[in-house]
T-cell receptor, first 116, second 111 residues
């Protein structure tokens, strides 16, 4: 079974440009999460989809970030316009809907974003 | 104050040593406590999880949770060079909920 995949693996852009990150969750996983790790800091939650609906977007830093999940399958995270502080590693994770037990979130390898 | 505190290390020990990794937290609503392992240039991988207080053992790894002290630990026995990685503690309220991570401890096991 294929794991969570993310594209691109790396992206270097200039301040003010737009970047779109993509995440393909494990097939059949209804939950999809985006997290971010800024250098020297902990991994922080951005938002959570259940199928195509945004369940929790409390971690989105500002309105320059737009996340979508078309048809409840893959998800994109767009940053427009990018700022220097957006640099970091963006992780995607997916999980089944839990049935009485804790879910296991499976993480992708991350997209390393550098804004110059 | 961060919700989860974890010493970032780095921590370097000789092969065969017992390793102790720890996290403290402030939110009493956390019910599930996880340890993730992350190798360089990879995503975090779930190592173990524990519900509420107690111990859980899996091979050379033991996870402990003390909710009264808001303190969790991961012990690695007979450490191997292949255990060299960043270890992240993470917590959640349960169900399909966001994870709150510690900063991660970078561990190196020297042959």
């Amino acid at each position: 079974e294929a794991g969570v995949t993310q594209f691109p693996s790396h992206s270097v852009i200039e301040k003010g440009q737009t970047v779109t990150l993509r995440c393909d969750p494990i097939s059949g996983h209804d939950n999809l999460y985006w997290y971010r790790r800024v250098m020297g800091k902990e991994i922080k939650f951005l938002l959570h989809f259940v199928k195509e609906s945004k369940q929790d977007e409390s971690g989105m830093p500002n309105n320059r970030f737009l996340a979508e999940r078309t048809g409840g399958t893959y998800s994109t995270l767009k940053v427009q316009p990018a700022e220097l502080e957006d640099s970091g590693v963006y992780f995607c994770a997916s999980s089944h809907l839990p049935r009485g037990d804790q879910e296991t979130q499976y993480f992708g390898p991350g997209t390393r974003l550098l804004v110059l | 104050q961060k919700e989860v505190e974890q010493d970032p290390g780095p921590l370097s020990v000789p092969e065969g040593a017992i390793v102790s990794l720890n996290c403290t937290y402030s939110n009493s609503a956390f019910q599930y406590f996880m340890w993730y392992r992350q190798y360089s240039r990879k995503g975090p991988e779930l190592l173990m999880y524990t519900y509420s207080s107690g111990n859980k053992e899996d091979g050379r790894f033991t996870a402990q949770v003390d909710k009264s002290s808001k303190y969790i630990s991961l012990f690695i026995r007979d450490s191997q060079p292949s255990d060299s990685a960043t270890y992240l503690c993470a917590m959640s309220r349960g169900g399909a909920q966001k994870l709150v991570f510690g900063q991660g401890t970078r561990l190196t096991i020297n042959p």
